[in-house]
DNA sequence: GCCAACGTTGGC
DNA sequence: GCCAACGTTGGC
C-alpha cells in the first residue's frame, strides 16, 4: 500500500499543530461529523499515511504543519457521550455512526502556508480546498500537491 | 460579526 | 422524494 495524503482542518483556538506537538502524543480526531470526511476516515486513511495540518478560522487560515496518521478509523466515543457537543442520539454501540483516526505530530512548518498563497498557485489549482463553497474537513491531496506546499513552507 | 455556500432535517 | 427551514462552516 502507498501512501496517501490528506488535508484535515482544525480551529487552532481548539487544537492548533503546536499543541500536538507540546503533547508529545498522538490526538483523536473526535467530532468529524460530515458523511464525506468520515468515509476518508474510515475507509482510505491508513496507518502511515501524511496530513497536512490546516488552520481554518483563523486570523492567516493556512497549512501550519504535518502529522501522521499513527492509527486508523475506530469509534468516536464522543457519539454516545450525552455530555458532549458531538453526541448523536442516533448512533449505537453496536452500530456506530462516526469514527475518528490518531495523529501524530511530525513537523510544524516555520511559516504557515496560507490559503491566500495557496490561491495564487496553478500547480494548486485543483484542491478542493480552494474550490467553490468547499467546507469538508477531511480531504484527499494529490502526493504533488502534498510535496508543493512542503516546498512553499520553506521559501523567505 | 457578517454572510455565502452547503448539509441536514422533517413536514407533506 | 421534494424542498423550505434551519444549522454549520469558514473566509473575510
Known sequence: ??????????????????????????????????????????????????VLFYHSNCEVPGVAGIAIVSKEAYPDHTQWDKKSKYFDPKASKENPRWFMVELTWKETFHKVVSLQEIKEEKTLSKMRLVQKGNRLSVMPVEKEEFDFIKKMSKRK
Do not use: C, H
Open 1 to 50: 500500500m502507498s501512501t496517501k495524503y490528506w488535508l484535515m482542518k482544525s480551529e487552532p483556538d481548539v487544537f492548533s499543530i503546536e499543541m500536538l506537538e507540546k503533547q508529545k502524543k498522538p490526538e483523536y480526531w473526535d467530532g468529524v461529523r460530515n458523511y464525506q470526511a468520515r468515509n476518508f476516515m474510515r475507509d482510505e486513511m491508513k496507518k502511515g499515511d501524511l
